[in-house]
């Protein structure tokens, strides 16, 4: 049995494994004058086990650090080291193949695993059941509703084996009510599984919600430029009065970083 | 306990979960067979009565005579004939045949060149404009010269055809990979798919509207290409249904002229019902079709 999850407070021990690490991370799109500086010498560490949400107003590279780490492109300057884990993306669409069923879809992730068709099925399922879709298999993509199949996607994701699971804003679409249902069930999900989560949002209490640190990212070009720690006992709600208070003190931050644009 | 409380929570949670999908799901009902059967087949009644009507005017407004313009009442009786005689149906099957041969001869050929131009940059830039501007070019523009070549043979007319219906074919497959939507590669790529793996796994199968859509199109410009060349092209001794359209002009048999002609355009009208059939199926397996269907 795992331990009681009301009692769990955070704060991850010091020394843990670090499972992403990023150093003097920097990205040109372009060349020369007319190139654009998305990332500018990024340092970031998230350890075996770490949830950690990525806040920043537009334009500070969120999205390129992640496809960066996911390996979709290539930075550069500076060094991403993974130590040989495996990483999986989740974009804020669900990206789900429209030709296939739902548990087809999952399928596609056990491919590189040598399973015969039977095992493959079964497997999918396994996933699916972890995201509360077991019976959903047979559906296609188009037949459940946004909140769904954006659980497919994370099953879909979970079934690559990764030790990193790369969210990009995947929750920004979908209501609040379905919101805070996906935030219980990911947090469920990464607290059995022990993994790392790179969680990209531009809303500061879902980050506060979900995330061991908060990283405040500066725009153009992106940059750290504060590491939030929240050690608030989970699990935890949205509309907490904690949450609240951590969130208004983030955001505060991310208006001065914002302001100092309006030049 | 405490483990308790984690259950209660966690059951608690899969029951949210599990409400919200049904409230979100609703239900959704198709109406029966027949009942779809006939939606479709009423107006379509309508429409052939209302041609007839407008068709009936004409013939009796005296214009043409008779032997030049025959009427509904007289091209009925003569359909019904035609229906009824064995040697009509070796026609019909001589026109299908090369239509369908000839067909799936472009098909093979459009989905070859398709996928080759849509994977290899180079032939991109030169053969890609060509398909285009082969897909202007009438067909019939090609019979004097594949008749050069093979003669009054049906592998003049099956030539012609080909070059009609293929660059539709390949034309539809190039646009299919190339409106692959991005995120569908990008999620691709991250579950590990590269090259053919990718183009595969997810590449030819996003495109498979589009191919639908170009088979369509190919399939009209074979069957005129089809009937342009059993026009032009009279094999001795293998009576298609070009040729009976030519002798009908030849003896000035208006009624048999006007048969041939429905026909024609019932046969045309057939395949392409297949075709919808297909793409209606595929919408709905796909979630792109409207409400309605």
């Known amino acids: 049995m795992t331990a009681p999850l009301t009692e769990h407070t955070e704060s991850r021990p010091e020394g843990a494994t670090p499972a992403v690490r990023l150093a003097g991370v920097s990205k040109m799109y372009g060349t020369g004058k007319a190139g654009i500086l998305a990332l500018d010498n990024v340092d970031l560490t998230v350890a075996q086990g770490e949830f950690v949400c990525l806040l920043g107003a537009s334009g500070c590279g969120k999205s390129t650090m992640l496809s960066l780490v996911a390996g979709l492109d ?72 946004g909140g769904m199949r954006q659980r497919v996607a994370l099953a879909r994701s979970l079934a690559q084996d990764s030790d990193v699971l790369l969210m990009d804003e995947p929750f920004g679409a979908l209501d609040a009510m379905t919101r805070d249902l996906l935030h219980d069930e990911l947090e469920r999900i990464w607290r059995e599984r022990t993994l790392a989560v790179l969680f990209v949002t531009h809303n500061v209490r879902e980050a506060v919600r979900l995330g061991d640190r908060v990283v405040l990212l500066s725009s153009r070009p992106g940059k750290v430029v504060q590491d939030f720690p929240v050690t608030l006992a989970r699990p935890r709600r949205t509309d907490s009065t904690e949450v609240a208070r951590i969130a208004a003190e983030i955001t505060d931050h991310l208006r001065t970083e914002v302001v100092r644009h309006a030049r | 306990m405490a483990v308790e409380t984690q259950n209660n ?43 007839l009507a407008v068709w009936e005017i004409v013939v009796l ?89 093979f003669g009054l043979t049906e592998t003049a007319i099956l030539f012609v055809v080909i070059l009609g219906a293929a660059p539709s074919i390949a034309n539809g497959l190039i646009a299919g990979v190339d409106y692959t939507p991005p995120i569908l590669l990008r999620a691709g790529h991250m579950l590990g798919f590269r090259r053919l793996q990718l183009y595969r796994l997810v590449i030819l199968p996003a495109s498979l509207p589009s191919f639908l859509a170009g088979l369509k199109q190919g399939w009209a410009f074979a069957w005129r290409s089809l009937m342009a060349g059993e026009l032009l092209v009279i094999i001795a001794n293998q009576a298609s249904i070009g040729e009976q359209l030519h002798y009908a002009r030849e003896l000035a048999d208006s009624a048999g002229l006007l048969a041939t002609m429905i026909i024609i355009l019932f046969i045309g009208i057939v395949v392409d019902m297949v075709f919808e059939a297909a793409d209606t199926s595929l919408r709905r397996r796909w979630g792109l079709h409207q409400a309605r269907n």
């Open chain 1, 74 to 145: 290539a930075p550069s300057a500076g060094k991403i080291d993974l130590d040989g884990r495996r990483v999986s993306l989740m974009f804020q669409e669900p990206a789900l193949f429209p030709w296939l069923t739902v548990s087809a879809n999952v399928e596609m992730a056990l491919r590189a695993k040598k399973l015969d068709k039977r095992q493959r099925r079964a497997s999918a399922l396994e996933f699916l059941d972890m995201v509360h879709l077991g019976g959903f298999g047979d559906k296609r993509p188009h037949e459940l509703s």
């Open chain 2, 9 to 51: 929570a966690s059951d608690r949670l899969s029951a949210e979960i599990a409400g919200l999908d049904a409230l979100e799901l609703g239900g959704k009902q198709r109406g029966s067979i027949a009942g779809r059967l006939w939606g479709r087949l009423w107006p379509m009644g309508i429409a052939v009565l209302l041609v």
């Open chain 2, 61 to 149: 407004s005296g214009r043409w005579p008779e032997y030049v313009l025959a009427g509904p009442t007289t091209v009925i009786p003569e359909l019904g004939a035609r229906l009824a005689d064995p040697e009509f149906y070796s026609a019909v099957a001589v026109t299908m045949r090369r239509a369908l041969v000839g067909f799936a001869l472009a098909m093979l050929i459009g989905l070859i060149i398709g996928a080759l131009v849509s994977r290899i940059r180079p032939l991109r830039a030169g053969v890609g404009s060509l398909i285009t501007g082969l897909q202007t070019m009438p067909s019939i523009a090609w019979f004097p010269l594949s008749i050069l070549l």
